[in-house]
T-cell receptor, first 114, second 113 residues
C-alpha cells in the first residue's frame, strides 16, 4: 500500500510568480485535502477535493486553487505569490467522508518565496 | 482566529516518566478530537482520537482525556521513550466525518535518556 507522495519536496519562487504543487493520494483514498503550515504554526486547512470537485474551503484567497484528477491525484496552484506564502504545504488523503484518523499526510512541499 | 490552542511550545521529560500535553479549544461545535505526531521531514501521523461522547480513550502507552465543560483535552504518554521525541499536534473537527481539521500550533516533546 503506497502512502501519499508530494512533489517537489522543496522549491524557491519569486514574489509574483505562480506555482503548482502535486500530490498522489494513498491507494484506495478518493478524497484529498491541502493544508498550509507556516513556521511555528499548526497546519491550516486550504481546501478539499472529492470526485474532482472542491468540497469545502478554508480562509484562503481565490489565488489558491486546486484540481483533482480521475486517478484522485491533486494539484494545488498558487498565483501571484506573496512572501507570506512561504510555508510547508501538506496534502492529506482519506476515504470518502473521512474517518477517525483516516487522514494520511504526505511529507509536504517546502515553498520559499523570495 | 485560533480555535485550537496548545500553549506549551515545548516539553522536556526524562525517559520512563509521563509526558502530559495540553490542548484548549474555543469552538463548542467541535465534537471530535485527534492527536498527530510529526517527525522532521515527515508528514503528521495519526496517534489517537476521542469523540465528545467519551471522556477518555486509551491506546497502549497513549491516553487522551477530554473535559468538555472546560473545553480542554490532554494527551498522556507513559512511559515516555526516546522515539516519542517529536512535535505533537492537537486537532479538532466539528463532525467525525468532517473534512476540515483545525490544528493547534504544536508541542515539541524531547525525551531525555
Amino acid at each position: 500500500e503506497t502512502g501519499v507522495t508530494q512533489s517537489p519536496t522543496h522549491l524557491i519562487k519569486t514574489r509574483g510568480q505562480q506555482v503548482t504543487l502535486r500530490c498522489s493520494s494513498q491507494s484506495g483514498h478518493n478524497t484529498v485535502s491541502w493544508y498550509q503550515q507556516a513556521l511555528g504554526q499548526g497546519p491550516q486547512f486550504i481546501f478539499q477535493y472529492y470526485r474532482e470537485e472542491e468540497n469545502g474551503r478554508g480562509n484562503f484567497p481565490p489565488r489558491f486553487s486546486g484540481l483533482q484528477f480521475p486517478n484522485y491525484s491533486s494539484e494545488l496552484n498558487v498565483n501571484a505569490l506573496e512572501l507570506d506564502d512561504s510555508a510547508l504545504y501538506l496534502c492529506a488523503s482519506s476515504p470518502a467522508g473521512g474517518s477517525a484518523g483516516g487522514y494520511t499526510f504526505g511529507s509536504g512541499t517546502r515553498l520559499t518565496v523570495v | 482566529d485560533q480555535q485550537v490552542k496548545q500553549n506549551s511550545p515545548s516539553l522536556s521529560v526524562q525517559e520512563g516518566r509521563i509526558s502530559i500535553l495540553n490542548c484548549d479549544y474555543t469552538n463548542s461545535m467541535f465534537d471530535y478530537f485527534l492527536w498527530y505526531k510529526k517527525y522532521p521531514a515527515e508528514g503528521p501521523t495519526f496517534l489517537i482520537s476521542i469523540s465528545s461522547i467519551k471522556d477518555k480513550n486509551e491506546d497502549g502507552r497513549f491516553t487522551v482525556f477530554l473535559n468538555k465543560s472546560a473545553k480542554h483535552l490532554s494527551l498522556h504518554i507513559v512511559p515516555s521513550q526516546p522515539g516519542d521525541s517529536a512535535v505533537y499536534f492537537c486537532a479538532a473537527s466539528a463532525q467525525r466525518s468532517d473534512y476540515k481539521l483545525s490544528f493547534g500550533a504544536g508541542t515539541t516533546v524531547t525525551v531525555r535518556a
